[in-house]
């Protein structure tokens, strides 16, 4: 594997820099700070863009996400004179359908030699919302290599359960806890580790109180191989989802999924042989198909396409084509 160079650009004093490297830049840029970061967080990251572009001679510019990096690739591409391929990965997505950014993501992909996004049905809905070709460019699922080790729970103890993600609406982790008041009600033994961090943990942990819900915040990857092993299930109660790489995560672990059946999750789950599907916001069919715990082992089919060998293969014929002579337009 090649070496990867990172290079980070400043947009202001380090207090101000509310936007990047620190993870929800959507739900950031609502709040006042946030907003005024915006204008010179986007003109530094161009002009940074845009500059290493010429100074690295590249061949592609890869941008992920339509928004900030795609529109950013833009004039980097024509600073540079490199083609341009964009990867949709799920928040940016929903962006869409709001008019006006609807109007900006069109002119953005109409500017990209290859636009992409991380699942079939996420590509699908890209195409939908813009017109534009879209092909699909999975992610890779990398493990830690001890993560096989770990012992599964035996089938008679009380159900464990793990949920990961950014502690934010579209996860749905309030879903998995109301659920699980609902078992209790019913007398089920169950408990939710959940592990991540986000603006809505407070209020998440007020809706957890007398439930055995545990909150672990971030971890390592190996620990999380280790606590996605020692559960029963994953669940992933998405109220969208453009791939859910944590249950590709799991079910390479050899962990059976309890997923929303939304975007990417449809086409990592494959029931019953992974696990089981249920609608979003839907707190008692997640009950239910908790109720149905132990599963067996699933056969994981999905794995196979997001292996790094065969990601790799897909980004090149991608970076390939988009090199490729563009035919030219009729006058």
């Not at 959507?26 to 907003?35: F, I, M, N, Q």
């Not at 992920?64 to 940016?92: K, N």
């Not at 050899?254 to 059946?261: K, N, R, T």
């Amino acid at each position: 594997m090649g070496d990867s160079a990172v290079f980070r650009f400043r947009y202001g004093p380090a207090r101000a820099e509310v936007l990047a490297y620190r993870g929800g830049l959507t739900s950031s840029v609502r709040r006042p700070p946030g907003a005024a970061a915006l204008a010179p967080f986007l003109t530094s990251f161009a002009l940074r863009a845009a500059a290493l572009a010429r100074a690295e001679r590249v061949d592609v510019i890869h941008a992920h996400w339509w928004l900030p990096a795609g529109l950013v690739g833009v004039p980097a591409g024509l600073a540079s004179g490199a083609p341009l391929v964009i990867t949709c990965h799920g928040s940016d997505v929903e962006l869409m359908r709001r008019p006006a950014l609807g109007r900006l993501a069109r002119g953005v992909l109409g500017r990209a030699a290859v636009v992409a996004a991380v699942s079939s049905p996420l590509a699908r809905t890209v195409q939908e919302l813009t017109g534009t070709e879209t092909r699909v460019l999975r992610m890779p699922l990398i493990l830690p290599a001890d993560a096989p080790r770990f012992p599964r729970p035996a089938a008679s103890s009380p159900l464990r359960l793990v949920a990961v993600g950014r502690l934010s609406p579209e996860k749905g982790l309030d879903v998995a806890i109301d659920a699980l008041s609902r078992l209790a009600a019913q007398g089920v033994e169950a408990g939710l580790r959940i592990v991540g961090d986000g603006p809505d943990r407070q209020a998440l942990e007020r809706r957890a109180r007398g439930l055995a819900v545990v909150f672990d915040g971030p971890m390592p990857r190996s620990r999380l191989a280790e606590a996605i092993r020692s559960s029963h299930a994953v669940l992933v109660p998405s109220r969208h989802e453009g791939l859910g790489l944590v249950a590709l995560e799991a079910l390479a672990l050899g962990v059976p999924v309890i997923a929303s059946s939304v975007g990417g999750l449809v086409e990592v789950v494959h029931p019953p042989d992974d696990g089981i599907l249920v609608p979003a916001e839907d707190p008692d069919a997640l009950a239910a198909a908790i109720r149905r715990l132990p599963l067996p082992t699933p056969t994981a089919r999905a794995v196979e396409a997001h292996r790094p060998g065969a990601v790799a293969a897909e980004h090149l014929r991608a970076y390939q084509d988009a090199m490729a002579p563009r035919p030219a337009s009729p006058r």
